[in-house]
Structures are given as C-alpha cells and as structure tokens.
C-alpha cells in the first residue's frame, strides 16, 4: 500500500511540475463549435502540456471570468467571433480586470472577421492600434507564398524574430518559415514600456483594404516594420496579453505545409513550433524568473582576497540594524522557468543586474555578479561599505526586461551612527598626529620652560649685603 502511495504521489507531482507557473485552467471562446477542428493539433499540444482546456460560446449564459470574486480561469484564448461583440461576460472592463488579477490573454484576429469595437476599445487603451476600417490586411509582394496565394499576396512568408535588443533574451527564435496569412495589421504605442512586438513584417509589407477598388494605396495605415504582426504587453503585475494577428496562423494545415517563396524554394513552415513558443511565453512556460533566498549581512573584507574568498561573514544573517561605514554583503537567488523545470538565470554580458542602497534617492547602485550556481538557481552577490549617512534604507533590486516577469525585491534596514565608545582613538586618525604634536610639544616646552626659570636664579656678589642707618 505504500508503493502505491508513493507512485501516485510522484505521478501528482511530476503533474504538477508540467504547469504553468500560474495555472493550467484555459478557457477557450469560440464562437461556433465546428470550427473547433480546425485547431485539433494546437488544443492538443497545449493539452500534452497540462493545460485544462474548457470551450464556450461568447454567447453562452454559464461563461464568467470571476466566481466569488476569484479568477475562475488562469488563461483565456480568444478567437475572432463572427458577430460584432463578444458578449457581455467579456467586455473591456471585465478583460481588463482579469488581467490585474494576474490572468493571461491570447487573442486572435483575422481578416476575415471585423474585429469588435469592444476589443478595438480594449487595445486602443493598451496603446496598440487596429486599422480603423477594421477589414484591412497585410500584404507583401516580395515575400508571400506563391502556392496559395498567387494573386492577393496576403500569405507572408516571415523568419523568426531576432532579439528585440542585445540585453533582451529571445524566446522566439529559430531556424525555419512562419506562414502568415491574412493578418491584422497593428502598430505599437513608442512611449509604453510594457508593449513588445514578437513578429514584425518584411519592409516590403503594408497594410490594405481588400474592399478599396483602387489600384494603389495611397495613405496606408502602416507600412514595413511599422507593422506588428504578434504583440505582447505585460502589465506591472506581469500578466500577460499577447495579440496574434492571424487565427488561420493557427490551423492545423499551416502547422506543417509546404509552402513557395518567389525564389523557386520549397519549404516546411514551422508554424507548430512558433504557435508553442508564443503560448508557452503568454501563458508563463518561460519567461518566468523567480526569486529564492534574500540575504544580507556584515562582512570582513581580506585586502588582496580574490573574489568571493575575501569577504567572511559576521554575526547573523538579515539584521534590521547596520552602522555607518560597515562592510556589507547582499545576496540574492534568482532562476528562470523554462517549460516544466527551473533553470538558473543567466545575464548577458551587454545587460546589468544591480542592486540600489536607497533612501529617497540611491546612494549606492552596484552591480551583482554571480558568485555561486546549482542545478536550478543562480546565487548574485555585492559587498560594499556603508555611506556615512544615518537613516532608513533599503536594498532593491528593480530588474525589469522585455519578455521576463519583474522583479522589484526590497529589504528595509535602519542605519544608525557611531555609539560614543565606538569611535577610533585620536592617535588612531592621521589627520589629528598634527594637533597631537602641537600638544605635546607645547607641554614638553612648558617644562622645559619652568625648568630653566627655576635653575636660573640670579648669584648675589660677596661682601654686599643689606643697607643699614
């Protein structure tokens, strides 16, 4: 009875271990359940990855976001409705406030259904912006497959993304084509550090409106890398809302099909691959850092020591009280999910992690560098000399990047002055050996002064004497 016991308790957490890192519960809203099978090969795949897919009617009378004020789902994914809203159980307020809840969103467009005002109203206050007549999309004449799309030119044939910057890591690259057909353009907000594009289009796309009967475009809503085809936005709180910009991206005979660049090229597209990559990163497979132990406490510093070997800790770990001038370590331990499993976290060589010793303003921002590192985790370290300043302050580590969870830890600690018999000698300070002389010099003069005086007295001449009548 207790293998049995074991086995299944093992099973559970081998279960459990395949989550995401905020849940498995995954509503699906589609609007007619025959096209359902259209999307056989991605429900499965999230299904193989422990997600609990549950599918109702934007329409339907048993949805809801919330129960007893709780999420009743972690994630939602939301396919283009053939009617012009989703309902009164989805509209912008109720996303909005299932996104402060810590819950994830992936919703789809597609060319072939005018997007809701209720969702165009949700984006535009994210700052991500939908052509206005709501029916246009992206074209490309140079980069589109010559199989399907012969004539319209409204398949693209794109590349992974390259990394949004150098300090930023890129969850989405690879080798192989993404085929992209009728896609929504949308262009992103420049003053928001919460909005990120996954997938941009070719400098040769622009969006169109297939309903325009003239044969140039004259005023396009954007062209070339203006366009966003996959956007993201992850919110203070870290959920995340991703916006694909093609639902037929996500049918299963784009999964694996053969498709025709201009150049004569057959190919295979790996739609499967980056379908499972934008998920995994919406629905908090990856991307993920999270925080273990915090620790700081005073340190010795070894002149000469290499490293980590000449700092040795004094006293107990975490003290709410420090010193003016003291030596201290902190230490932080960060990792980073990668699909079922924590990995340590790694930072590039053009990026920073730092630590901020702070009262209103930072008196110290130092950078952490790896010191130590286990199978799941990285351990970060700093040591440095408290500024001579009496206070409350606090140690922060505020690391914010595209594509990663925040992290914002904060340790508050008080810092106090010298006691008074905590002060250093006199001769013990280089600056005083000047006054100390001048001290002591002037008592080795009064001396010798008093010395003299009294060993100099005058001699009387013989044979005088005193006067007399």
């Not at 890192?21 to 509503?27: A, T, V, Y």
């Not at 259209?38 to 919330?66: C, I």
């Not at 936005?233 to 694996?256: C, H, I, P, Y």
């Amino acid at each position: 009875m207790r293998w049995l016991f074991t086995f299944v308790s093992l099973a559970l957490l081998s279960l459990v271990q395949a989550l995401s890192s905020s849940g498995n519960r995954l509503l699906v809203v589609i609007e007619e359940a025959s096209e359902k099978e259209k999307y056989s090969q991605f429900w499965g795949d999230l299904e193989g990855r422990g997600f609990r897919l549950t599918f109702e009617s934007p329409k339907s009378d048993k949805l809801a976001l919330f129960r007893h004020g709780e999420r009743a789902y972690d994630h939602i994914i939301l396919l283009p409705p053939k009617s012009k809203g989703l309902g009164p159980s989805l509209t912008p307020n109720l996303l909005l406030q299932f996104i402060n809840k810590n819950g994830n969103i992936l919703l789809t467009l597609s060319a072939d259904s005018p997007t809701p005002s209720a969702i165009a109203s949700l984006l535009l206050e994210l700052d991500i912006h939908l052509p206005s007549d709501r029916t246009s999309l992206v074209v490309d004449h140079f980069n589109y497959d010559t199989l399907s799309a012969s004539e319209k030119h409204d398949v693209l044939l794109l590349p992974r993304s390259s990394a949004l910057r150098p300090d930023v890591k890129n969850f989405f690259g690879g080798d192989g084509t993404i085929a992209f057909p009728r896609a929504i353009a949308q262009t992103l907000g420049n003053t928001s550090p919460l909005l990120a594009p996954i997938l941009r289009a070719k400098s040769t796309a622009y969006g169109y409106n297939p309903k325009d009967e003239a044969e140039t475009v004259e005023d396009p809503f954007a062209t070339g890398d203006q366009i966003s085809l996959v956007s993201t936005m992850q919110a203070r709180n870290s959920a995340r809302f991703t916006v694909f910009g093609s639902v037929e991206a996500l049918e299963d005979k784009w999964f694996d099909a053969s498709v025709q660049g201009l150049n004569g090229q057959k190919s295979k597209t790996i739609n499967k691959e980056f379908a499972r990559q934008v998920s995994a990163w919406t629905f908090m497979e990856t991307g993920v850092v999270k925080v273990g132990r915090v620790e700081h406490h005073l340190s010795s510093v070894t002149q000469g020591g290499l490293g980590n070997d000449s700092v040795a800790q004094l006293g107990y770990l975490n003290p709410k009280i420090y010193r003016v001038k003291n030596d201290v370590t902190f230490n932080i331990e960060l990792s980073e999910r990668l699909n079922d499993h924590l990995a340590p976290l790694t930072i590039s060589s053009t990026d920073a992690l730092q630590l901020e010793f702070t009262m209103l303003s930072p008196f110290h921002r130092l950078p952490l560098t790896p010191v130590a590192q286990t199978p799941n985790s990285t351990l970060f370290s700093t040591t440095f000399t408290i500024p001579d300043q009496h206070g409350i302050f606090s140690f922060r580590v505020n690391y914010k990047r595209p594509f990663l969870t925040n992290v914002d830890v904060k340790r508050e600690v008080t810092v106090r002055h010298f006691a008074h018999d905590e002060w250093p000698r006199s001769w013990k300070i280089s600056g005083g050996w000047v006054w100390i002389a001048g001290i002591w010099v002037t008592v080795f003069g009064w001396i010798v002064f008093v010395g003299i005086w009294l060993w100099s007295e005058p001699a009387y001449e013989k044979g005088k004497g005193k006067k007399t009548q």
